[in-house]
């Protein structure tokens, strides 16, 4: 079986289920069914003797419909957050691309809080839950881990967008020429010359795709306790010296 060979690594509430949607559409790219995989951040993973037959194992019964297109796509965005398993997936095949979608990462933490609560998993107010995030988050490590209803998982909020040390290790580990780096607002707003830029990185041919909106969630009007979440997570962010110049591959 052929090798998945372009991830989308990340990151969540960035757009990588448009981005995924739009390459489905290409005749040269196979989406794994269900788009994420959740393979190299499964929580049996690293208990595999062969974690390689583990992963293999995995794809193809995601691939039941593949019929030869020569990029095969997982779109799993949690993968750059966590370093073992973004080396995991990089050691599954060391000539595979990757594509790193960035949001703002006020907006993004934003997006993931309002979809936790829309889902069940938060509970809390959002100033709350900015606030006692980095408590819930130890206290989950110590617990259960990386289990796919950890908070770990759904209410890592503010901590997601620290993208400094994930680009640092991205680059330490995978050869620039491998990684596309893109920001939301490009795929939004600047649809068909990033579609190119894609098309480009990945030596596919053009392929006319329209633009889309492929989810938009209706948010409510911020309340007082929502706008000082706000101003948190943006001093949140000041203090930790995120800016744009960390989201640039070295030598940019």
């Avoid at 790193?100 to 997006?111: F, H, M």
């Avoid at 908070?151 to 596309?180: D, E, M």
């Avoid at 780096?181 to 707003?189: C, F, G, S």
């Avoid at 649809?191 to 909106?213: G, V, W, Y």
Wanted: with cysteine; charged share 20%.
């Amino acid at each position: 079986m052929k090798p998945v060979n372009l991830h989308i690594i990340g990151v969540q509430k960035a757009g990588t289920t448009a981005l995924a949607s739009f390459l489905q559409q290409h005749p040269s790219v196979y989406v794994v069914e269900g788009k994420e995989a959740h393979i190299f951040d499964h929580p049996e993973y690293s208990a595999q003797a062969a974690p390689q037959d583990f992963a293999r194992r995995q794809y193809q019964r995601r691939m039941q419909n593949y019929q030869g297109q020569p990029i095969i796509c997982d779109a799993t965005p949690i993968t750059v957050y966590q370093p073992t398993f973004l080396r995991a997936c990089y050691h599954y095949n060391p000539q595979a691309k990757f594509i790193l979608i960035l949001r703002d990462p006020v907006e993004r933490a934003i997006s993931h809080y309002l979809m936790s609560k829309r889902t069940g998993q938060e509970s809390r107010n959002m100033l709350s839950a900015f606030v006692l995030e980095p408590l819930r988050l130890a206290i989950a490590a110590r617990r259960n881990g990386w289990a796919f209803n950890s908070p770990l998982r759904t209410q890592s909020y503010l901590h997601r967008g620290l993208y400094r040390k994930q680009l640092q290790f991205l680059y330490n580990l995978i050869p620039a020429t491998q990684v596309l780096v893109l920001r939301q607002q490009e795929l939004k707003h600047a649809h068909q010359q990033t579609l190119l830029k894609i098309f480009s990185f990945l030596d596919i041919h053009r392929h006319p795709i329209a633009p889309e909106t492929v989810f938009a969630a209706p948010e409510s009007p911020p309340g007082w306790l929502d706008r000082l979440a706000r101003r948190y997570a943006r001093l949140y962010f000041r203090l930790r010296g995120e800016s744009d110049i960390h989201w640039l591959p070295p030598g940019s």
